[in-house]
């Protein structure tokens, strides 16, 4: 069993150069999708991450993104804000009798409807926050909204796509 | 005081939270700017070194693209040598002379990066200061414009497409020779607009858009478009024009910079005050 702060970092890593190489080259409907699904690495950092170190990753997270897009602050900010909510997000997700602890918030320990909860409320704040700020204004309103809903499905789908890659179903099983 | 004390630390999330934002902001601001150089963007030379194995790889696929535009650029080329041309007066002596000065420089370079879908789009190239590369060099593509360099690292450089909110240039019809604006305020990247262009000129679809050669970055007579729309809003002394780009920015790959060699003459006589 690999150490998961050392885990974490190289996901992280692992998904920054996703985001950057591969996922910004897609372009789907004249840029109306652009899925970001770099922040499953930030979705993925265990329950017990303490909420101070989660905004310096979420800065950090975003800034390397942005090195990609040369659009400092704008993923940053987003980010930001993602791991400023994430821990209430959590909070007012929580089964009836808590988190266990150890337990990772993934379709793993806490089940599918309770990953696709989470996952589309986060995503969808991150991405709201990003194109508002990339848009930097409401005057393309209408385009904004729908820009942030199709891009949240794709980011979703493939984050739920990503969670059964990552987690085989025997391993499911064991743990 | 201890109150205080007490107050930040119970709030101590929130206010990094705020702090860490602003300097997004700060950050988002700055960077937006046209002229203001970051230190952390696409020319720097870990993200820069990035995209080069990345293009190396996705070049590949297109290499049948390329050969084609080499043999049409070749074919251009050897027709305009001297073997193809007819003596019209045998006899005449040629002498060098000193009427022409080289005013432009071009320097191939190759795409590595290439955003077209973000309302901020930027390329990056695989050259840099070390071949001579400079800030507010032009760049061009097949004789058609695509940008200004804007940030440059050793060996990397950014540029500002046609295709970013915040690019500029002067640009005029080729018949009749008005001149106007360029600017980018579609979300489209096959479309530019016109400014600027007065009611009285003679505008029809499909005439050709070049470059003024008034600013230093490109020379006179470049080849921006083709107009594709025009619109005469009531009340209003200028057309809006939508430009058909003539650069495909989703098929842009090797481009060169332009280096103009009497811009700093040019700039010098410029900006000398008036008496």
Redesign the interface.
């Known amino acids: 069993m690999i150490n998961p702060i050392f885990r974490n970092i190289i996901r992280i890593l692992f998904f920054i150069?996703l985001q950057?190489?591969v996922v910004?080259r897609l372009?789907l409907f004249?840029?109306m999708v652009?899925p970001s699904v770099y922040i499953f690495a930030l979705l993925m950092l265990p329950l017990e991450t303490p909420?101070?170190l989660l905004?310096?990753i979420?800065?950090v997270v975003?800034?390397s993104v942005?090195?990609?897009?040369?659009?400092?602050?704008?993923h940053?900010?987003a980010c930001?804000?993602l791991a400023?909510v994430q821990p209430a997000l959590l909070r007012i997700l929580a089964p009836r009798e808590g988190y266990e602890f150890g337990q990772n918030p993934s379709i793993q320990h806490l089940g599918f409807s309770w990953y696709l909860t989470f996952a589309a409320l986060a995503t969808f704040i991150h991405h709201s926050a990003l194109f508002f700020?990339?848009?930097?204004s409401f005057d393309?309103f209408g385009?904004t909204l729908t820009k942030v809903f199709f891009s949240t499905l794709a980011t979703v789908f493939l984050m739920v796509l990503g969670q059964y890659l990552i987690f085989s179903p025997d391993q499911r099983k064991t743990s | 005081m201890r109150n205080i004390g007490r107050l930040i630390y119970r709030y101590h999330i929130f206010l990094v939270f705020l702090a860490l934002q602003l300097i997004a902001f700060a950050l988002l601001v700055k960077n937006n700017n046209y002229q203001e150089s970051v230190f952390i963007n696409t020319s720097n030379h870990l993200i820069g070194s990035l995209y080069e194995k990345r293009a190396a790889f996705s070049d590949y696929l297109k290499l049948s693209d390329f050969n084609d535009e080499l043999s049409a650029e070749n074919a251009q080329l050897k027709s305009k040598q001297l073997e193809n041309f007819m003596d019209l007066e045998n006899g005449t002596i040629v002498v060098n002379d000193t009427l022409f000065v080289q005013r432009y420089e071009y320097l191939p370079a190759k795409v590595i990066n290439n955003s077209v879908n973000t309302r901020n789009n930027f390329i990056t190239l695989n050259k840099g200061s070390v071949t001579g590369v400079k800030p507010e060099m032009g760049v061009v593509a097949n004789g058609a414009m695509v940008g200004i360099i804007k940030d440059v690292s050793k060996h990397f450089s950014s540029v500002m497409p046609i295709i970013n909110p915040n690019f500029t240039a002067s640009i005029k019809l080729k018949k009749g020779n008005d001149f106007g604006m360029l600017a980018w305020k579609d979300k489209d990247p096959r479309y530019a607009q016109i400014l600027e262009i007065p009611k009285h000129a003679n505008v029809q679809i499909g005439d050709s858009v070049i470059t003024t050669g008034f600013s230093s970055f490109f020379p006179e007579g470049l080849l921006v478009g083709t107009i594709a729309e025009i619109d005469a809003p009531e009340g209003e002394n200028f057309y809006n024009i939508r430009l058909l780009l003539k650069t495909d920015f989703y098929k842009l790959s090797y481009v060169k910079v332009v280096s103009n060699l009497m811009k700093e003459e040019q700039l010098n006589l410029e900006n000398v005050e008036q008496p």
């Open positions: 150069l950057g190489l910004n372009d004249q840029g652009l909420r101070l905004l310096f979420g800065f975003g800034m942005d090195a990609f897009t040369n659009t400092l602050g704008m940053t900010s930001v804000l400023f700020v990339e848009a930097f393309f385009h």
